[in-house]
């Protein structure tokens, strides 16, 4: 699914209107009768409503909500933020057609306020039309005071849009929104609906078509994404009869260090899970009986003996025969972070010519010493929560939490690689603009080796031949679809990853034959 951003949804409705000549108080009534009929399937048995609406076309919106709720034998009561003298356009078309119906409306006053307000004890639903996407920067004035008082009241909230704060292009909060149970949105789903922290504020999305027509959503160059079950089902390939086992490739997983040997195995072992024919894991020799104590399938190269606690330089020569023939290369998974290992990630970056994902430790390195970018390939998959994209672009976790999309989008022009942001909403960024936003996954996926499981999946695919970003994609869906079909059987404090690498499978199967 498309995701698009402010400018793209207000092309479209200009284009309607001048292009093809398509009234906008049509759009605006499309819109809120679909948006009624939404609430209402969502709230039938619900007697009245509160409608908070602004002097834009938010209000507009809302106000036509209001007119088809109160056909519908709903008790309607409209709070406006500004006096009707400022509505223009639409929205005062939509006030003059209201005023005439047995409507309560309300004049925001904040001395008189609380009191107007009092039959919000009763069986009341708040629906907040605001702001809708042209908003830019903190809320002021007499909605951020609606929106402050509202927060104070206990009912449900449908947003219309957007909750109004939200910056319809980012995950940013400006202004804290009332937490909607339900946005009710127009056309395409916009960035705040999925990109953290903004998507907290959202509930459920549902979206609603006003009829722009397709061709000109076409032409908007849209380069977002929501990652759901119907795309991924596209992308999966089927198996010919006659194939074998490296008819599906043969990724090679690096890392490991003595006490850390887990994190190799379950990378190791996910690789296979989603379907590689092979995968092998070039280790230190002291991990080399621990990591087969977890795994059956999975074949190790064992690096040194007894006694070598990590991988080094010299190992970073020795991988080079294990190089041929493999289909993808992972770098990280508990290698740990010191001077041998530092050594070792730049003697080996040059060598590698396949598909390669950097993932834990092996960006903690990159952090320290920036210089060793040069040896990284173009279309390297990274993999950084983000603490470690702190660490990879220089900001606070703040600045990389709050800016999520474009921090992910930037630092994959820059660094030419694909960037797999993770966390709630895992955003998948590529060199060339396009971005993919995760729609699964929940807070019981925070979990030790979670992450490892997740660069294996990766790896899986890639072995199979898919290309580097339809293969994050994959691994991504399928990683946090899984957590989501573990919660019914353990709920979220008992997801671990080895259930996670153990149901991906099942998962995935789930996926393509529903």
């Not at 292009?169 to 339900?182: E, K, M, N, Q, S």
């Not at 074998?244 to 043969?250: D, E, P, Q, V, W």
């Amino acid at each position: 699914m498309l995701i698009a951003n402010a400018k793209q949804i207000r092309t479209c409705d200009e284009l309607m209107m001048s292009k093809y000549h398509y009234p906008g108080i049509l759009l605006m009534e499309h819109a809120g009768r679909q948006a009624a009929a939404a609430i209402i399937e969502k709230f039938s048995n619900t007697r009245q409503f509160l409608i908070a609406t602004g002097k834009g076309n938010n209000g507009g919106d809302g106000l036509v909500i209001a007119r088809y709720l109160h056909f519908l034998g709903k008790k309607i009561f409209v709070l406006l933020a500004e006096s009707p003298d400022e509505f223009q356009g639409d929205a005062l078309i939509n006030y003059r057609i209201s005023s005439k119906l047995p409507i309560s409306f309300i004049q925001y006053n904040p001395k008189e306020i609380r009191d107007n307000l009092y039959f919000l004890h009763d069986d009341t639903i708040i629906i907040d039309a605001l702001l809708g996407t042209a908003t830019v920067g903190a809320v002021t004035g007499n909605i951020a005071d609606i929106i402050d008082i509202l927060r104070g009241y206990a009912h449900p909230v449908i947003a219309i849009d957007l909750p109004s704060g939200l910056s319809a292009d980012t995950g940013f909060v400006t202004t804290r929104p009332l937490h909607a149970t339900y946005t009710v949105t127009f056309q395409l789903p916009k960035i705040c609906h999925y990109v953290t922290p903004a998507s907290d504020y959202c509930g459920e999305i549902i979206v609603i078509d006003i009829q722009i027509y397709p061709e000109l959503i076409a032409q908007q160059g849209i380069q977002t994404y929501l990652l759901t079950d119907s795309i991924v089902k596209t992308w999966r390939k089927t198996r010919p009869n006659d194939t074998h086992k490296g008819t599906y490739g043969h990724a090679l997983l690096v890392g490991g260090s003595k006490g850390m040997a887990g994190s190799i195995a379950l990378c190791t072992s996910a690789a296979l899970e989603v379907g590689a024919g092979l995968a092998s894991a070039f280790i230190p020799a002291s991990c080399s009986c621990s990591f087969h104590r977890n795994t059956l399938e999975n074949m190790s190269i064992a690096y040194g003996g007894p006694t070598t606690v990590c991988l080094n330089e010299t190992a970073g020569e020795v991988i080079s025969e294990y190089l041929a023939e493999k289909s993808c290369v992972v770098i990280g998974p508990g290698m740990s972070v010191t001077p041998d290992t530092c050594e070792f990630l730049k003697t080996v970056l040059p060598k590698i010519k396949v598909p390669l994902i950097l993932d834990a430790d092996a960006l903690n390195i990159l952090a320290e010493f920036p210089e060793y970018w040069e040896f990284v390939p173009n279309e390297t998959i990274v993999t950084p929560h983000p603490g470690e994209m702190s660490r990879l672009a220089k900001k606070t976790a703040r600045q990389i939490q709050e800016n999520r999309l474009e921090t992910a989008r930037a630092f994959a022009k820059e660094r030419n690689v694909i960037v797999v942001l993770k966390g709630a909403g895992t955003i998948i960024a590529t060199p060339d603009g396009q971005a993919w936003i995760n729609s699964s996954g929940n807070p019981g996926m925070a979990t030790a080796g979670s992450g490892d499981v997740l660069a294996g999946m990766i790896a899986g695919f890639l072995a199979q031949g898919y290309s580097p970003a339809t293969a994050t994609c994959l691994g991504v869906y399928l990683h946090a679809k899984t957590g989501d079909y573990l919660v019914q059987f353990v709920g979220q404090e008992g997801i671990t990853a080895n259930k996670i690498l153990k149901n991906c499978a099942k998962t995935f199967n789930q996926i393509i034959t529903s």
